[in-house]
């Protein structure tokens, strides 16, 4: 039992966090003291995630036939992102950002095509189009959300709420039978918290495809209910909760307020979960079922 205990937490916690502080060490040595390009940052989280990644699940190919593999593309995707943005962020003009978003949208509505592709076979037109324009608008809100707070604010403190958000979602996601995605939360979480050290924006995009993907593949092929995954994609937006007016000039009450609204926001969805398998009869097979299964046909 313990030696399981330490392997889980070496897979979740030590290799992505140490991943992620060896890129972020190299890219400041690389620089020489200066300050390296933002979306380095988003390359240590994807590094770090996706070396906890190949520990817990193992490489199953380049474009392996689970959809939950393919995981490790959002973090390149992400970084592919935040180089964009940094590169036409300083372009004039509305153009550069219509560019931004389109390609936003994109990375969202492909995650979401991906991930619904068995609900999508045989539904009707109208229900295929609502699978995937709702949950492509959540991750959307979402990104662009968490995009505005992180240019209005660098500190470490949103990014330390999103990982607690990260580790409990954990938990959550656990008791909705996914551990293995557990795990990967739980080493997103890890790889959040050492990326606060440097100015987070160029991790939003990489988060944001992680997240919602873990998320969405505990509800597609977990016991995840659709509200529970809907409250866990929301949590994190509830960081601009520190926002408030009357909280500017009180920074760690801002920052306490931000963790309590993320965090009861996952407690809910959590007990949700919870709730749904109190709820649920114990199935058990048919009476013909067991009769076949003893006597034989």
Request: one cysteine or more; charged letters at 10%; glycine letters at 12%.
């Amino acid at each position: 039992m313990a030696s399981v205990l330490v392997s889980t937490l070496a897979q979740t916690v030590l290799l992505p966090a140490g991943v992620t502080g060896a890129v972020l060490v190299a890219s400041w040595l690389a620089w020489q003291g200066r300050r390296p390009p933002p979306a380095l940052a988003g390359l240590a989280l994807g590094a770090g995630w996706t070396a906890a990644d190949l520990a817990v699940r193992g490489f199953q190919g380049w474009w392996p036939a689970d959809v939950t593999r393919l995981l490790p593309y959002g973090a390149v995707l992400g970084l592919a992102l935040a180089a964009l943005r940094d590169t036409l962020g300083w372009c004039p003009g509305w153009r550069p950002q219509l560019v931004i978003h389109l390609v936003r949208a994109a990375a969202c509505a492909a995650l979401v095509w991906l991930l619904t592709g068995t609900f999508r076979r045989g539904a009707e037109p109208l229900a295929a189009v609502c699978m995937l324009g709702g949950p492509t608008f959540l991750l959307l809100a979402l990104w662009e959300a968490l995009d505005r707070l992180a240019v209005r604010d660098e500190g470490p403190g949103p990014p330390l709420v999103l990982a607690a958000v990260a580790g409990l979602a954990a938990c959550t996601l656990t008791l909705a039978g996914a551990a293995s995605l557990g795990q990967l939360s739980g080493a997103l979480a890890a790889c959040l918290a050492v990326s606060a050290l440097t100015p987070w924006r160029a991790t939003v995009g990489g988060f944001v495809l992680l997240y919602g993907g873990l998320v969405g593949s505990a509800h597609c092929f977990g016991d995840l209910p659709r509200n529970a995954a809907v409250l866990l994609v929301l949590a994190p937006a509830f960081t601009w909760a520190g926002g408030l007016p009357w909280l500017a000039r009180r920074r760690l009450l801002a920052g306490l307020t931000q963790a309590a609204c993320c965090l009861v926001v996952v407690v809910l969805a959590a007990l949700l979960v919870t709730q749904g398998a109190l709820d649920t009869p114990p199935t058990a097979p048919a009476t013909e079922d067991l009769y076949d299964a003893y006597y034989g046909r």
